[in-house]
Protein backbone atom coordinates (compact mmCIF):
# COMPACT_ATOMS: atom_id res chain seq x y z
CA UNK A 1 0.00 0.00 0.00
CA UNK A 2 1.34 3.06 -0.94
CA UNK A 3 1.14 6.44 0.94
CA UNK A 4 0.21 9.57 -0.25
CA UNK A 5 2.47 12.31 0.98
CA UNK A 6 -1.03 13.78 2.64
CA UNK A 7 -1.70 10.85 4.33
CA UNK A 8 2.35 10.75 5.54
CA UNK A 9 1.72 14.36 7.00
CA UNK A 10 -1.25 13.44 9.18
CA UNK A 11 0.80 10.35 10.26
CA UNK A 12 3.67 12.21 11.45
CA UNK A 13 1.44 15.21 12.97
CA UNK A 14 -0.32 12.86 14.61
CA UNK A 15 2.90 10.84 16.22
CA UNK A 16 4.77 14.18 17.21
CA UNK A 17 1.45 14.93 19.34
CA UNK A 18 2.71 11.64 21.59
CA UNK A 19 5.67 11.87 23.81
CA UNK A 20 8.46 10.06 22.31
CA UNK A 21 8.52 7.78 25.07
CA UNK A 22 5.48 6.55 24.08
CA UNK A 23 6.04 5.98 20.47
CA UNK A 24 6.26 1.79 20.02
CA UNK A 25 9.18 0.18 18.36
CA UNK A 26 7.72 0.36 15.05
CA UNK A 27 7.18 4.01 15.18
CA UNK A 28 10.50 5.03 16.31
CA UNK A 29 12.32 2.67 13.53
CA UNK A 30 9.64 4.74 11.08
CA UNK A 31 10.73 8.03 11.87
CA UNK A 32 14.63 7.29 12.12
CA UNK A 33 14.51 5.34 9.09
CA UNK A 34 12.49 8.41 7.11
CA UNK A 35 15.21 10.84 9.11
CA UNK A 36 18.34 8.57 8.27
CA UNK A 37 17.82 7.16 4.56
CA UNK A 38 19.73 8.53 2.04
CA UNK A 39 18.29 11.53 0.33
CA UNK A 40 16.87 10.91 -3.57
CA UNK A 41 18.55 13.39 -5.49
CA UNK A 42 15.88 14.34 -8.59
CA UNK A 43 17.01 14.67 -11.70
CA UNK A 44 17.32 17.81 -13.70
CA UNK A 45 14.08 19.69 -13.95
CA UNK A 46 15.48 21.72 -17.28
CA UNK A 47 17.06 18.25 -18.98
CA UNK A 48 16.56 15.43 -16.60
CA UNK A 49 20.00 14.34 -16.63
CA UNK A 50 22.47 13.77 -13.45
CA UNK A 51 22.49 16.40 -10.98
CA UNK A 52 25.85 16.98 -9.07
CA UNK A 53 26.85 18.16 -5.60
CA UNK A 54 27.69 22.03 -6.30
CA UNK A 55 28.29 23.15 -2.50
CA UNK A 56 28.52 21.40 0.93
CA UNK A 57 29.27 21.97 4.45
CA UNK A 58 29.56 25.02 6.36
CA UNK A 59 25.74 23.83 7.99
CA UNK A 60 24.40 24.38 5.00
CA UNK A 61 22.26 22.40 2.88
CA UNK A 62 23.97 19.92 0.20
CA UNK A 63 23.56 21.89 -3.10
CA UNK A 64 23.17 20.18 -6.31
CA UNK A 65 23.00 21.73 -9.67
CA UNK A 66 23.33 20.00 -13.63
CA UNK A 67 26.26 21.86 -15.31
CA UNK A 68 26.37 21.25 -19.11
CA UNK A 69 28.30 23.43 -21.69
CA UNK A 70 26.86 25.33 -24.25
CA UNK A 71 27.69 24.15 -28.12
CA UNK A 72 29.46 26.71 -28.57
CA UNK A 73 31.44 26.94 -25.38
CA UNK A 74 31.38 27.37 -21.79
CA UNK A 75 29.08 26.84 -19.08
CA UNK A 76 25.31 27.46 -19.94
CA UNK A 77 24.43 29.02 -16.58
CA UNK A 78 20.77 29.65 -16.92
CA UNK A 79 20.73 25.85 -17.24
CA UNK A 80 22.73 25.69 -14.42
CA UNK A 81 21.21 27.91 -11.96
CA UNK A 82 17.84 26.37 -13.25
CA UNK A 83 18.40 23.34 -12.27
CA UNK A 84 19.48 23.83 -8.80
CA UNK A 85 18.19 21.65 -5.92
CA UNK A 86 18.64 21.75 -2.24
CA UNK A 87 18.93 18.75 0.22
CA UNK A 88 17.56 20.05 3.06
CA UNK A 89 17.56 17.11 4.99
CA UNK A 90 21.64 16.95 4.77
CA UNK A 91 21.75 13.02 3.48
CA UNK A 92 21.08 10.16 5.32
CA UNK A 93 23.36 8.09 7.68
CA UNK A 94 24.34 4.16 6.66
CA UNK A 95 25.34 3.80 10.55
CA UNK A 96 21.93 4.73 11.65
CA UNK A 97 19.90 2.46 8.91
CA UNK A 98 22.45 -0.50 9.63
CA UNK A 99 21.44 -0.47 13.17
CA UNK A 100 17.95 0.08 12.48
CA UNK A 101 18.59 -3.10 9.72
CA UNK A 102 20.27 -5.43 13.38
CA UNK A 103 17.58 -4.03 15.46
CA UNK A 104 14.75 -5.19 13.27
CA UNK A 105 16.44 -8.90 12.49
CA UNK A 106 16.18 -9.44 16.34
CA UNK A 107 12.82 -9.31 17.16
Known amino acids: MTTTSAEARKRRRELYEKEIGDWTDDEVIEVLTERYAP?????????GGELSIQA???GQPTQYAHQVMKPEGGVDWDHYKESAWEDRRQGGDEAVIDLIRRFKGRE
Open 39 to 47: TDVPPCRVC
Open 56 to 58: VGG
